[in-house]
């Protein structure tokens, strides 16, 4: 199950709630408060799947902290392998407890 480990992640779910009601304003807003929280730390340029990731609110490593394979299939719209590439390629980026 996918786990909100930080504030962007919070923020990223309550954005993409927002979305799926058809709220714009609110998503807006849920946009906001997640470009405005820091630390933030940047996906690689060659980070496998940015462009479909940013399309869905992942721009920065803390967004997809605590994500699962499950999550990215359905909101970032990916196939089973691409989620896993995605996490593969993001664990070597998480800071280690």
Request: net charge negative.
């Amino acid at each position: 199950m996918a786990r909100v480990n930080t504030p962007r992640r919070y923020y990223h779910r309550k954005r993409m709630n927002a979305r799926n009601e058809g709220s714009g304003e609110l998503e807006g807003v849920w946009r906001y408060r997640q470009e405005e929280c820091t630390p933030a730390t940047a996906l690689p340029s060659d980070f496998p799947y940015r462009a479909e990731l940013d399309a869905h609110g992942y721009s920065v490593v803390e967004d997809l902290d605590g994500a699962d394979e499950y999550e990215l299939m359905q909101i970032a719209e990916l196939t089973q392998r691409e989620a896993s590439d995605v996490l593969a390629a993001l664990q070597p980026l998480l800071p280690t407890p």
